[in-house]
């Protein structure tokens, strides 16, 4: 379970750029989110019978300073006679020219560390090169992408201009660390927020801003089949300031829902200073 993409989208999370960038980069408000999570629907197939838990999400950082994020999700998972309890614990960073991104992913399955996922990813002149240090060291090559940050910032800028439709690609360290994958964005008409929205109380003083309602597909993109079958697909509403909020969490055989319970907002970095 990609849980890491989520939060950035969703979270999932910021595109570095220069001290002095080519074009406006939005203001991404520092921030943390706390979200709980429930089972929305469930196959028989998946023999899942229910879910909840809580997402934390928290996003600091600035255009000259870089950006980091930490995240954990714990869920329960509930499946017949079986209980289970996961929980990903996620911190990533990605440098102020959206160069480097460094990543530690730590799963735990009723509290037992099931897997460890330590790294950087570096942009080279033909394509990406990520460093893993767990679970051993490791040298893999893949194809020129973007960031976390990066991926949102775009998203933003392309919502701003009216663009409801686009294909790009990220990497975010998930899972193993060794993919690139392929994502098709579709975002909705700015709307108004409705005063009787259940997440109102949380937003606080932001209840009242206007949000795109976003639907995000996920592709292995060295998947060569042509099946066309996304791993999984999220959707939510997004604050101009890269907030997220109602989302739903589909991964085909079941999915999950998100509601924003509790949010921080933290100070803003200082503008950059000028050369």
């Not at 999932?12 to 750029?17: G, I, K, Q, R, S």
């Not at 679970?135 to 701003?160: C, D, M, Y």
């Not at 409705?194 to 949000?211: G, I, Q, R, S, W």
């Amino acid at each position: 379970m990609r849980a890491t993409r989520l939060a950035f989208h969703a979270v999932l999370l910021p595109a570095l750029f220069a001290v002095a960038p080519a074009f406006a980069v939005p203001a991404l408000q520092a921030h943390r989110a706390v979200y709980d999570i429930t089972l929305d629907k469930a196959s028989d197939r998946s023999g899942i019978t229910g879910i909840s838990g809580r997402m934390v999400y928290e996003f600091n950082g600035s255009p000259c300073e870089g950006y980091t994020v930490k995240f954990r999700m714990v869920t329960q998972i509930v499946t017949g006679d079986n209980t289970r309890l996961t929980d990903q614990q996620t911190t990533t960073f990605e440098d102020a020219e959206g160069k480097t991104f460094s990543f530690v992913t730590k799963s735990f399955v009723d509290q037992n560390l099931d897997k460890e996922v330590k790294g950087t990813a570096t942009k080279e002149t033909k394509g990406l090169k990520v460093d893993l240090d767990k679970p051993e060291r490791n040298s893999i090559e893949l194809a020129a992408t973007q960031f976390p940050t990066q991926h949102l910032v775009e998203l933003i800028g392309k919502a701003e201009k009216g663009e409801n439709f686009y294909e790009t690609n990220l990497f975010d360290g998930s899972e193993d660390a060794d993919k690139v994958m392929a994502t098709t964005v579709v975002v909705g008409k700015k709307a108004d927020a409705d005063k009787a929205d259940p997440e109102a109380p949380a937003l606080a003083k932001l209840a009242t801003d206007k949000y795109w309602p976003v639907d995000i597909a996920y592709f292995d993109d060295t998947d060569k089949s042509g099946e066309e079958v996304p791993e999984y697909r999220i959707s939510f509403k997004l604050l101009e300031n890269g907030i997220t909020r109602d989302m739903v969490m589909n991964y085909g055989e079941f999915s999950m829902t998100g509601k924003l319970v509790n949010l921080s907002l933290f100070d803003q970095s200082k503008p950059c200073p000028t050369k």
